[in-house]
């Protein structure tokens, strides 16, 4: 099992910066790749962006050129800096990790970003 705990979500003003952290424990050899999702109220869960083990990175459009992720030193860490935040960049933001069977299968519990106009 792999536990993931995310931190930083919070209120900034549109064109301002947060930025995610998460840390996995448990059985982190498991995992091929880590990414964050969000989803906003009344839409479907979305992919962000993913790095893989290999730090292979991946971005969805509405966010390329203003999100970064990346990885700690101990690669058991996982950060998403969000700069140039707009307002409907607001949701709920879930860290997540897939495993060896390519589905996401371990999630975060999730940590609320608003962005204010």
């Known amino acids: 099992q792999v536990q993931l705990v995310e931190s930083g979500g919070g209120l900034v003003q549109a064109g301002g910066s947060l930025r995610l952290s998460c840390a996995a424990s448990?059985?982190?050899?498991?995992?091929?790749?880590m990414g964050w999702y969000r989803q906003a109220p009344g839409k479907q869960r979305e992919l962000v962006a993913l790095?893989?083990?290999?730090?292979?990175?991946n971005y969805a459009d509405s966010v390329k050129g203003r999100f970064t992720i990346s990885r700690g030193n101990a690669k058991n860490t996982v950060y998403l800096q969000m700069n140039s935040l707009k307002p409907e960049d607001t949701a709920v933001y879930y860290c997540?990790?897939?495993?060896?069977?390519?589905?996401?299968?371990?999630w975060g519990q999730g940590t609320q970003v608003t962005v204010s106009s």
């Open positions: 997540a990790a897939r495993s060896s069977s390519g589905y996401w299968d371990y």
């Open positions: 448990g059985t982190i050899f498991s995992i091929n790749a």
């Open positions: 790095i893989t083990s290999g730090g292979t990175t």
